[in-house]
Protein backbone atom coordinates (compact mmCIF):
# COMPACT_ATOMS: atom_id res chain seq x y z
CA UNK A 1 0.00 0.00 0.00
CA UNK A 2 1.29 3.54 -0.87
CA UNK A 3 2.26 5.72 2.32
CA UNK A 4 1.19 9.22 2.25
CA UNK A 5 4.12 11.07 1.43
CA UNK A 6 4.72 14.92 1.40
CA UNK A 7 7.44 17.17 0.85
CA UNK A 8 8.52 21.02 2.22
CA UNK A 9 11.05 22.64 -0.11
CA UNK A 10 12.27 25.53 -1.92
CA UNK A 11 13.01 25.81 -5.68
CA UNK A 12 16.85 26.25 -4.74
CA UNK A 13 17.39 23.43 -1.94
CA UNK A 14 19.72 20.47 -3.36
CA UNK A 15 18.52 18.06 -0.54
CA UNK A 16 14.86 18.55 -1.98
CA UNK A 17 16.28 17.87 -4.98
CA UNK A 18 17.90 15.24 -4.01
CA UNK A 19 14.43 13.19 -1.89
CA UNK A 20 12.24 13.95 -5.26
CA UNK A 21 14.51 12.39 -7.48
CA UNK A 22 14.60 9.09 -4.67
CA UNK A 23 10.81 9.67 -5.01
CA UNK A 24 10.99 9.27 -8.43
CA UNK A 25 13.73 6.98 -9.15
CA UNK A 26 11.30 4.35 -7.01
CA UNK A 27 8.31 5.50 -7.76
CA UNK A 28 6.96 7.13 -5.03
CA UNK A 29 4.26 9.68 -5.63
CA UNK A 30 4.40 13.13 -2.90
CA UNK A 31 2.52 15.93 -2.77
CA UNK A 32 4.95 19.47 -2.50
CA UNK A 33 4.53 22.24 -1.19
CA UNK A 34 6.97 25.34 -2.04
CA UNK A 35 7.16 26.86 1.75
CA UNK A 36 9.51 29.69 -0.52
CA UNK A 37 5.82 30.68 -2.06
CA UNK A 38 3.59 29.40 -0.07
CA UNK A 39 3.31 31.36 3.53
CA UNK A 40 0.75 29.38 5.21
CA UNK A 41 2.82 26.33 4.40
CA UNK A 42 5.53 27.27 5.75
CA UNK A 43 3.98 28.63 9.10
CA UNK A 44 2.81 24.90 9.33
CA UNK A 45 6.27 23.68 8.57
CA UNK A 46 7.55 25.44 11.13
CA UNK A 47 5.13 24.86 13.92
CA UNK A 48 4.75 20.79 12.84
CA UNK A 49 9.38 21.15 13.39
CA UNK A 50 9.97 24.71 15.46
CA UNK A 51 13.11 25.34 12.58
CA UNK A 52 12.89 26.75 8.98
CA UNK A 53 15.16 23.98 7.46
CA UNK A 54 14.23 22.06 4.42
CA UNK A 55 13.53 19.71 3.46
CA UNK A 56 11.26 18.38 5.82
CA UNK A 57 9.62 14.84 4.62
CA UNK A 58 6.62 14.01 6.17
CA UNK A 59 5.97 9.99 5.39
CA UNK A 60 2.64 8.51 7.25
CA UNK A 61 2.09 11.29 9.67
CA UNK A 62 6.10 10.95 10.82
CA UNK A 63 8.32 13.89 9.70
CA UNK A 64 12.02 13.78 8.85
CA UNK A 65 13.96 17.30 8.36
CA UNK A 66 16.75 16.97 5.80
CA UNK A 67 17.43 14.13 3.30
CA UNK A 68 18.25 10.84 5.23
CA UNK A 69 18.47 8.47 2.02
CA UNK A 70 18.44 5.53 4.42
CA UNK A 71 15.91 6.69 7.16
CA UNK A 72 13.46 7.62 4.14
CA UNK A 73 14.02 4.06 2.54
CA UNK A 74 13.00 2.02 5.79
CA UNK A 75 10.04 4.54 6.40
CA UNK A 76 9.12 3.54 2.62
CA UNK A 77 9.54 0.10 3.67
CA UNK A 78 11.96 -0.20 0.33
CA UNK A 79 14.55 -1.93 2.75
Known amino acids: MQKKVEIYSTPT ?11 GENGIAYTEY ?5 LAKRKEMVNLTN ?3 VPVIVIDGDWIVGFNKTTIAKKLGLI
Do not use: I, P, W
Open 51 to 53: QMG
Open 13 to 23: CHYCHMAKDFF
Open 34 to 38: DVASD
